[in-house]
Structures are given as structure tokens and as C-alpha cells.
């Protein structure tokens, strides 16, 4: 099953997300195939201000237990997260 992940940073938190990142790309490259596509959200100016994941998982509660495992998570970087189960109907490479 799919989802999409949006994690939106609590406000003025740009260093701790910069001082967690390191750790949070390596969990992010050891995930393997969950993660489909990630990347950073960006404000109108260009600064990154959230998460925005594609994530493989067998279900709810196995994505949830894989979400707390992320160091933005356990850095508490997240204000809000909103998550949605999704259909992919096609893809193209990047």
C-alpha cells in the first residue's frame, strides 16, 4: 500500500532541520525501496519548511512505527504531519 506523507516544520526551525538532516538522509538511503520519492518542501522564497514522502508500507501501523523512526521525528522537527493513502495510477523517471 502507498501513502503520501506531508511533514510541515514547526516555525523558525531551519537549523535544527539543517543539524538533523545528515542522519535523516542516511535513514532515508538504509530505508530502500519504502521510500518511492522524498524531498524537501519549500516556501515561496526557497527555504525548506517540510517533508513530502512517498512511502511503500503494509499498513497504517507499519508506516506510523517507520515515520517515528525518522530522525526529523525524533529531532521533533515536525509540527504537523498529515498522511493519505494513495493509488499510483503512473510514473516517469526523473
Known amino acids: 500500500m502507498y501513502f ?3 511533514c510541515y516544520d514547526k516555525e523558525n526551525s531551519l537549523d535544527l532541520r539543517m543539524a538533523t538532516r545528515e542522519k535523516h ?9 519504502r521510500i518511492i520519492i522524498g524531498g524537501a518542501l519549500l516556501s515561496a ?5 517540510g517533508s513530502h ?8 501501523a507499519a508506516l506510523d512505527g517507520f515515520l517515528a523512526s525518522d530522525p526529523y521525528a ?6 504537523k504531519m498529515t498522511v493519505k493513502p494513495m493509488k499510483i495510477a503512473f510514473s516517469n523517471p526523473i
Open 74 to 79: 525524533i529531532a521533533g522537527l515536525f509540527e
Open 4 to 6: 503520501a506523507v506531508s
Open 25 to 33: 538522509l542516511a535513514f532515508a538511503a538504509d530505508a530502500g525501496a
Open 45 to 49: 522564497d526557497d527555504k525548506m519548511i
Open 53 to 60: 514522502l512517498i512511502v511503500e508500507a503494509d499498513d497504517r
